[in-house]
C-alpha cells in the first residue's frame, strides 16, 4: 500500500455532483442549513444529511450550532482554494453546466470566493494592485510592500496587525475560474473585501448559496479610483 495523503478520498468526496453542489453554494462563504444545502443540490432532506456527514467526517465542512438550526460551512480557506482551482480546471477542459441564466454575467464580473472578491472586477483589482508597487508577485507569491502598507492605511484603514493570522498568510494568489488569472486571496483578500462592504461600496446576493457581488454606483466609481484597469 503506497503512504501518503489519500487523494482519491477527497477527490471522491468532491466528485459526487450533489455535494459538488453544496460544497460550490458554501464558496459563497456563508453558513447554510442542511436545507438550503439541499436546495442547491436538488436533492431531499434526508439524502442531504447523508452527504453532509461524509464531507462532515472527510474533513471539508465544519458544522455550526446555533439553537435549533445547525448550519454548514467550509472547513478551512484551503478548501475553498482547491474548490476554485477545480472550477477553473472544469472551465478550461470544457466542462461546463448547460443551463445559464441572467446572474451569470454578474457572477463573471464580481463574486465572493468564500471571503474575498473575484472574477472580473477581483482579477483587475489585483492587476492594479501589482501595476501601482502595492504588492509585489512573482508567478503564484505576493508580497505586500511597504507602499501596499500606506496606501491600505491611508485609502481604506486596514493596518498591519488586522491581517495577522497563525495559519493563514497576508496575500495569496487565488488562480480565477472564469478569468483563469489570479485574484487577491489571503488575509488581505478578506480584509479589503469586508471594507468594501463595510463602506456600502458593495453588498452580496441575499440568496441563499449566492456568490454574486453588486457594487453600487458611488462603489463602482470609488473602486475604479483605487484600482482602474491595471493593465
Request: one cysteine or more.
Amino acid at each position: 500500500m503506497k503512504s501518503g495523503p489519500d487523494i482519491a478520498g477527497v477527490a471522491a468526496l468532491v466528485g459526487d455532483p450533489a455535494r459538488a453542489n453544496m460544497l460550490t453554494a458554501l464558496l459563497s462563504g456563508r453558513a447554510l442549513t442542511a436545507s438550503e444545502l439541499a436546495q442547491e443540490a436538488g436533492i431531499t432532506p434526508q439524502t442531504a444529511s447523508s452527504h453532509l456527514a461524509k464531507l462532515e467526517s472527510g474533513g471539508l465542512i465544519e458544522p455550526e450550532k446555533q439553537g435549533r438550526h445547525r448550519y454548514y460551512r467550509l472547513s478551512d480557506p484551503d478548501v475553498a482554494d482547491v474548490l476554485e482551482r477545480l472550477a477553473g480546471l472544469a472551465a478550461r477542459t470544457g466542462h461546463m453546466r448547460v443551463r445559464t441564466g441572467p446572474k451569470e454575467p454578474a457572477l463573471r464580473r464580481a463574486r465572493i470566493c468564500y471571503d474575498h472578491l473575484a472574477g472580473d472586477l477581483g482579477v483587475q483589482m489585483l492587476d492594479s494592485m501589482t501595476a501601482q508597487a502595492l504588492v509585489r508577485q512573482t508567478k503564484q507569491v505576493i508580497e505586500l510592500t511597504a507602499e501596499g502598507e500606506r496606501f491600505l492605511a491611508e485609502s481604506l484603514q486596514i493596518s498591519p496587525d488586522m491581517l495577522a493570522h497563525p495559519r493563514r498568510p497576508v496575500c495569496k494568489a487565488c488562480l480565477d475560474w472564469s478569468e483563469r488569472r489570479h485574484h487577491l486571496a489571503g488575509t488581505l483578500g478578506a480584509a479589503m473585501m469586508a471594507r468594501f462592504t463595510e463602506l456600502k461600496w458593495a453588498a452580496r446576493d441575499e440568496a441563499p448559496g449566492s456568490r454574486v457581488v453588486n457594487f453600487s454606483r458611488t462603489g463602482e466609481k470609488r473602486f475604479a479610483a483605487l484600482f482602474g484597469n491595471g493593465e
